[in-house]
């Protein structure tokens, strides 16, 4: 009945549009003296890129509606080298080129944004509908962030000033049949000759999602799907966002505050120690209810920039506060030395079985000057972090983080065909760790006798870690043709999970055990980027190569733990020379006025070489695939940027693994979207359909979170948003 009530949807809105498309078609066909459009392009974009020395994708917020995904992440998944590690349909966390969780970091608004990135369950708390404009950094960028950009950077733009003396806004609405997701995201904002306002509350609700198959294999038993309806993956957003400031010729200061409340729940069949204690009868009555287990997510951030001239330097200051806070809600079950009833006098709920509190506090200041044909900037930065724990599982231990960086960058300008770049950076980071002991006692036996004991789960510990890295960059600009190469180190301190985990990850079902003997990681990558373009081509191609001389990873051992529940696999972490490379091909052919062909193509390789996983790939490494893409632009009365296009994905198997993963079977996937926008008193209004997964495929996703239970992907869904602006006064 879905199946098919799917199908009549499609069907009927494809035909409804083809229709209104001939209709304006003829119209058009009707009119004739009519003056052709002038479109002035701006090209600040493609000279900032031919400029820039490391491999950098802008898009704006009509690639984000254009290509609508459940989070911000899997909305930028069509650019190559770009995908997610995601968990159900709402939660994801970038992935470039094969790096991601506290080797990729997410910039909102200059300001570092900072979450628990450490896990693989652990969306980005971002506000998709709140983003304007996107710069994707593919490579290292620890001389301008510091820690964790050891990967490239997701780098959200603020959203441009309000035009003087305006007030208006414009309103966002989302349909999606396959989770029934209805979202909403009103904006409103007004400008006098230097104040201005900028508001924005984004609401979203969607239910459990369907995938094409009717049961799913966990490990080593068989779960049945009631119609296809993965339990328990229904989730709430509601997302409030608030700017305001003053706007000079020289003096500019700004004031964001955004909060995003999440709730969703996890797969209620591959969740804790015994996920085969389900009540399907309960769980099946509504694909819109939350149950246990679920999470809730509280992210707020609060920041100000502030920018000013004085005679040729450009200052800028940052001050930002964020609290993220999560907590992961589940049935208490006892394990290995538990007590079977859960204590009446606990310090924390019995269903509560995680809780994480972060504060952030963050500073930056910064300045450039020109001096002859070099633009310099200097800055420094700080960062500190206070991450408090509660519930009655532990994993990881509470931490103070400590992080401070000096840099000095210098853009050289030699003639209208050569550019240099140049860049260093000095260090600091402190992390100091809090001991943890069990909340019940477990049977210890030395020398014959046992006696029962807390067990201290992890020590006080503090490290010190210093860096230096360097960046050097060449950019060659002869007309059509354009070259750059850029060679850099990046560094990255172990974080507390790395550093000091003991204890289960029920979504994986492992025992996770950190290593307080790690270094900071460091990383040693080469970047070429090649373009060319003529009146009907575009070619883009993005060699590079990266080299690790210890990377972090978890290694599964022989052990298995006798303290926490049902002999789970040891998993421990170590460090290893590692070394990748790989490359992004992007070809555009213009056919026709109106019709224009893409191919985007991307390749990784990585290989540990040395450690006791010698000869094998990193966790989570994308496999290669091309994407062929088809556009239409048809030029229709009344309507503006039209657009037809059709979308065929192949990803190739993945052989390449690091066990527990399994190898995964090559895809093909087809999407399909189209979109217009029409004219109402002077005010455009989007209106845009996708279909995603054309076909219904079933497919495995190599990097998703869910792969290791052989948990296929979304099946169809189509995806309806309209964008309506409004001007109330100008």
């Known amino acids: 009945m879905i199946e098919n009530k799917s199908n009549s949807i499609l069907i009927f809105v494809l035909f409804c549009f083809a229709f209104l ?39 704006n917020s009509n690639f984000i509606q254009r290509n609508l995904g459940g989070s911000l992440m899997q909305s930028l998944q069509r650019i190559p080298g770009v995908k997610t590690i995601s968990i159900g349909s709402g939660g994801s966390k970038p992935l470039i080129r094969g790096l991601s969780f506290n080797q990729v970091i997410v910039v909102e608004n200059g300001i570092k944004h900072e979450g628990q990135q450490w896990g693989a369950d652990h969306g980005l708390e971002i506000d998709q509908y709140a983003v304007n404009r996107v710069e994707i950094i593919k490579g290292p960028l620890s001389f301008i962030y ?34 029934e997701q209805i979202g909403s995201s009103l904006n409103l904002f007004g ?31 068989t779960v049945p799907l ?70 809730e997510v509280n992210h707020t951030k609060i920041s100000n920039t502030t920018s000013f001239e004085i005679g040729n330097h450009q200052l800028q200051t940052q001050l930002g506060f964020q609290k993220n806070f999560r907590r992961e809600w589940s049935h208490y079950v006892n394990h290995g030395y538990m007590p079977p009833i859960y204590p009446a006098d606990m310090y924390a709920p019995q269903d ?12 930056s200041v910064k300045d450039g000057f020109s001096v002859d044909r070099h633009q310099f900037t200097v800055g420094l930065n700080g960062e500190k972090q206070q991450n408090e724990i509660n519930g009655w599982s532990f994993l990881i231990p509470a931490f103070n983080q400590l992080n401070t960086g000096l840099y000095a960058y210098d853009k050289i300008q030699l003639n209208d065909l050569w550019i240099l770049h140049g860049a260093v950076r000095m260090d600091y980071g402190q992390i100091e760790m809090k001991q943890h002991t069990d909340w019940f006692k477990s049977d210890v036996t030395q020398n014959g006798q046992t006696t029962q004991e807390y067990l201290k789960r992890s020590e006080d510990l503090n490290k010190t870690f210093k860096s230096f890295t360097w960046s050097a960059g060449i950019n060659y600009n002869p007309g059509k043709f354009s070259f750059k190469a850029n060679a850099g180190t990046s560094f990255r301190m172990p974080i507390a999970k790395e550093l000091a985990s003991n204890g289960v990850n029920y979504h994986y079902f492992r025992f996770e055990k950190g290593n307080p003997n790690l270094d900071a990681e460091r990383s040693y990558q080469l970047d070429l980027g090649i373009d060319w373009q003529e009146s009907k081509w575009s070619v883009q191609l993005s060699p590079f190569f990266n080299y690790f001389p210890n990377f972090i990873y978890l290694n599964p051992t022989s052990q298995h733990d006798i ?46 070489l040395s450690g006791s996983k010698k000869g094998y790939t990193l966790p989570f490494s994308p496999p290669a695939s091309v ?34 993963e399994k190898k995964t079977e090559s895809s093909h996937v087809f999407n399909l979207a189209l979109g217009t926008k029409l004219q109402a008193e002077k005010q455009d209004f989007a ?44």
């Not at 049902?566 to 052919?589: C, P, T």
Request: glycine fraction near 6%.
């Open 21 to 59: 498309t001939q209709v304006h078609s003829q119209n058009t066909n009707s009119e004739i003296k009519e003056l052709e459009e002038v479109v002035i392009k701006d090209q600040s974009e493609k000279r900032a890129k031919k400029e820039a020395s490391l491999n950098t994708e802008t898009v």
């Open 146 to 179: 510091g820690s964790d950009a050891i990967g490239g950077a997701v780098n959200i733009k603020p959203v441009p000033f309000p035009k003087k003396n305006t007030l208006g806004g414009n309103v966002d609405f989302t349909a999606k049949n396959n989770n």
């Open 191 to 221: 400008r006098n000759e230097n104040w201005f306002f900028d508001t924005r509350i984004t609401s979203q609700d969607y239910g459990d999602y369907r995938v094409p198959a009717d049961k799913v294999q966990v490990y080593n038993y």
């Open 226 to 295: 009631y119609k296809n309806h993965l339990r328990n993956t229904a989730g709430r957003e509601l997302d409030l966002h608030a700017s305001t400031g003053f706007v000079g010729e020289k003096f500019k200061s700004v004031l964001y505050f955004s909060n995003i409340h999440t709730k969703s729940g996890f797969f209620a069949n591959a969740h804790g120690l015994e996920p085969r204690n389900v009540n399907l009868e309960l769980h099946d009555k509504s694909s819109r209810d939350i149950l246990m287990p679920f999470q």
């Open 352 to 363: 509560l079985e995680r809780q994480y509190d972060k504060d952030v506090f963050s500073v």
């Open 563 to 608: 303290y926490y529940g049902a002999g789970n696999q040891v998993f421990e972490y170590q460090q290893s020379k590692v070394m990748r490379y790989g490359s992004e091909l992007q070809i555009h052919y213009q056919f026709l006025k109106n019709l224009s062909g893409e191919i985007l193509a991307e390749y990784l390789y990585s290989e540990q």
């Open 627 to 660: 994407l062929f893409g088809l556009s239409y632009n048809p030029e229709i009365k009344n309507l503006r940027e039209t657009y037809f296009s059709l979308d065929y994905r192949f990803t190739a198997q993945q052989n390449q693994i690091v066990p527990p």
């Open 687 to 730: 209106v845009s359909l996708q279909v995603q997964n054309l076909f219904n495929t079933r497919y495995l996703n190599h990097t998703s979170f869910y792969r290791l239970i052989e948990l296929p992907e979304m099946g169809r869904n189509i995806i309806l948003s309209v964008k309506v602006p409004f001007l109330i006064h100008q």
